[in-house]
Structure formats: structure tokens, C-alpha cells
């Protein structure tokens, strides 16, 4: 795809009707576009990182390269406690939580032909949820009549997710397991949604992680994931702010070289037949600290993509 081409289609997924700052005024040059379609991604580690030896981790075979970088498993390993503490670490998770889930049920329910206004729209289906953490996600999802799989590299957040979801009868049907997206897709696991919130900037190689969440992605099946732009917004609020300002996250809990920009993720993920259908930013007011769905994709931003038929 060209770069021309290439920002044309990322102007037109930004949903619809809404104008996306990002591009006003083509800021963007055509050198720093060709740039985006040739990083090959060699600044992150691409060769089979060992499991630390106190959380057991499921070991790629060689036919798929492991998505682990064993210093982010080290880090939520270790925050892995307070997945349901609203005012820890994963606070900022819990305040976006809703507009996430409204930005999800939207697509999905017409992606799959559901009415959104039922309790239940994703009765029937089966999705999974990777890196899912402590399941503050794939909670809501079951709640909404989804079979959620959720998975989480980390041994620890499969336990607490697990032991959270047995409080209540129907997230309790929630099949958690302590895996990566290349082992389900070795198992020949397919899934109608994928989705993969927040993970693919602590991932080894994020074109490859892409690959896996496709063959995870049943054919006509929805693919859905969010992450940090690699902006300088992003910088000063993301990481400057959050966690040296506010102290909402541990410091060092994000690397700005490891987030992707909009263009990076349709290019990753239109190379793994994914075709990206929609994006959108999810922003913070400080003034109500609520966050919101917006056209603005600067810092924090999801995609949704359908899988192409094989
Ligand atoms: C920032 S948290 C996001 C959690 C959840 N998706 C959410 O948004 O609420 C990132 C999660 O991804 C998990 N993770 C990191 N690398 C992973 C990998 N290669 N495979 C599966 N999970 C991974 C971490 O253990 C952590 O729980």
C-alpha cells in the first residue's frame, strides 16, 4: 500500500462523521510514511525468550515465535494483586472501562447483526480475550452473553481473574487459562472476536502477535485492538504524566518505542488479512475524569478489523 493510499484509508476509519485532528492539515510527511511501512520492528527482541522459572509459561515451538518479552511478565506478575483494586495501577483501565465496552458493543453488535439494545446481544457467540489480565474485560463480556475464553501469559492473573469471576454464577462460565495467542493458535483455537486490549505494546513482536490474533479470528470473524499511539502526545501524557505526575501507573510501566502509531497497526494488521474497518480515540477529560469516545486518535486509540475469507 502506498503511503498516499495508506493515509487515505486511516483518515476514513476513523469513525464516521467525526474529523480526526491527526490529519488536519496533512501533518504527516510522506518520508515519515514510508518510514512506518518499512520498520521491519528489528529494535524488538525477535528470538524465543526463556519462561522465568516461577511462572511456568506455555513455550512456543519453533514453528511460532513466542510473543513474550519476559521484563513485561516480570512487571505484571507483580502488580498482578491489584487487578480489582479501582484506585491501583490498573485505575486508569477501570475509568475507561465503560467507553471501551461501548466502543466494542457498537461494532460488534453490528458486525454480527445484534441488536445492542438487548441485556444479552452476544448470546452464541465465542470470544476471546488476550491478556486479559485480571478480567476486568472479559467480565462485562460474559455479562453480555459472550463464551469468553480469557487468556493471560501471567500465571498470577489467571489465578486473581479466576477467583474474582467465581463470585458470580455467569462470569464463572469465563474458561481462563494462563496461555499466549501463538499456543491457542497451535491448538487450532478460532474464536467469532478477538480482542486484545492494551497488550500489544508489552508484546516481543507485534506483527507476529497480529498474525496470531488473525488465525485466531474465525473467517468473517471481528478482530479488536487498542493501544498507545507512539505520539508526543502520548509521551507527555501517557508516560510523563501518568506515571511520574499523577502516579497512576508504576514508572516504567509503558515504553514509548514500543507503541505503535494508527498507520503501524492498519499496516501490521492489513498484512495479516485483517482489514481494519473503523478506529477511534478514547480521551480523558481531567476535568470530570471520565473518558470518552472521540475522533481524536493522538494517545490512546482502538481498532476494529474484520478478517478477510481464506
Ligand atoms: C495493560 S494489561 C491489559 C489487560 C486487559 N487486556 C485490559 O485491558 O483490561 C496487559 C496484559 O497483557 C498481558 N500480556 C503481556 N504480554 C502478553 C503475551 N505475550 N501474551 C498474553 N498476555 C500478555 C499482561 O500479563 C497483562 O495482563
Known amino acids: ?145 459472550a463464551t469468553v475464553t480469557g487468556i493471560d501469559a501471567v500465571k498470577k492473573n489467571i489465578k486473581i481473574a479466576q477467583l474474582h469471576a467465581d463470585s458470580d454464577p455467569v462470569t464463572s462460565s469465563i474458561d481462563y487459562c494462563c496461555t499466549t495467542a501463538e499456543k491457542l493458535v497451535e491448538e487450532q483455537r478460532k474464536f467469532d472476536a478477538v480482542i486484545a486490549l492494551e497488550v500489544i505494546e508489552h508484546v516481543a513482536d507485534p506483527a507476529e502477535f497480529c498474525k496470531s490474533l488473525s488465525a485466531l479470528t474465525s473467517s468473517g470473524g471481528a478482530t479488536l485492538i487498542s493501544t498507545i499511539n507512539r505520539s508526543m502526545r502520548a509521551y507527555a501524557t501517557a508516560i510523563i504524566m501518568a506515571e511520574y505526575v499523577l502516579h497512576w501507573l508504576p514508572r516504567g510501566t509503558h515504553q514509548w518505542s514500543s507503541f505503535l502509531t494508527p498507520e503501524e497497526l492498519v499496516l501490521i494488521l492489513e498484512r495479516a488479512s485483517i482489514s481494519v474497518k473503523e478506529m477511534a480515540g478514547f480521551v480523558y477529560d481531567p476535568l470530570t475524569g471520565q473518558w470518552s469516545i472521540s475522533d481524536d486518535i493522538s494517545v490512546n486509540f482502538i481498532a476494529y478489523g474484520t478478517k478477510n475469507s481464506e
Open 1 to 145: 500500500m502506498s503511503s498516499k493510499h495508506l493515509l487515505t484509508r486511516i483518515r476514513t476509519l476513523v469513525r464516521p462523521g467525526l474529523q480526526c485532528p491527526l490529519f488536519k492539515n496533512g501533518c504527516r510527511n510522506p518520508s515519515f510514511l514510508h518510514e512506518l511501512q518499512t520498520r521491519d520492528y528489528s529494535d524488538v527482541p525477535q528470538q524465543i525468550p526463556a519462561a522465568p522459572a516461577s511462572n511456568p509459561l506455555p513455550v512456543a515451538n519453533s514453528r511460532s515465535k513466542s510473543s513474550l518479552k519476559p521484563a513485561e511478565i516480570k512487571k505484571f506478575a507483580a502488580m498482578a494483586e491489584t487487578w480489582w483494586d479501582a484506585e491501583g495501577p490498573f485505575k486508569p483501565l477501570h475509568v475507561m472501562n465503560p467507553t471501551r465496552l461501548a466502543f466494542i458493543r457498537s461494532t460488534l453488535c453490528r458486525h454480527f447483526g445484534k441488536d445492542p439494545l438487548c441485556a444479552r446481544p452476544f448470546k452464541g457467540l465465542k470470544f476471546v480475550d488476550v491478556g486479559c489480565g485480571g478480567g476486568i474485560l472479559s467480565e462485562p463480556l460474559a455479562r453480555m452473553g
